[in-house]
């Protein structure tokens, strides 16, 4: 079984920045890809970011671009957002979503609790 911790979310004014961390711990063999998804109340969920294992292949969701950047540290199956010039509408619950391989070779696809981000002056 694997599970998902998210850390790093809290209250900012607009312009500010905060980072965001995930961490995977269980029975992992290998993790393919981790993303961060936001979910904002009355909205669906959406992509905020996602990141490849083998490349480090990055995707943003469009309203990120240029202000979001998705890291991670393979050997610690850790995962990164820095949020840069955050704005109001950046306000939502932040997701960790990891999918990868168990060590039965079972694949998993695994979520966080989410953490609450908030941006208001």
């Known amino acids: 079984q694997v599970h998902v911790v998210e850390s790093g979310g809290g209250l900012v004014q607009p312009g500010g920045s905060l980072r965001l961390s995930c961490a995977a711990f269980?029975?992992?063999?290998?993790?393919?890809?981790m993303g961060w998804y936001r979910q904002a109340p009355g909205n669906e969920r959406e992509l905020v970011a996602t990141v490849t294992s083998s490349v480090n292949d990055t995707k943003y969701g469009d309203s990120v671009k240029g202000r979001f950047t998705i890291s991670r540290d393979n050997a610690k199956n850790t995962m990164y957002l820095q949020m840069n010039s955050l704005k109001p509408e950046d306000t939502a619950v932040y997701y960790c979503?990891?999918?990868?391989?168990?060590?039965?070779?079972?694949?998993?696809?695994?979520w966080g609790l989410g953490t609450q981000v908030t941006v208001s002056s």
């Open positions: 979503n990891v999918f990868g391989a168990g060590v039965s070779g079972l694949s998993f696809n695994a």
């Open positions: 269980g029975s992992i063999g290998r993790i393919y890809t």
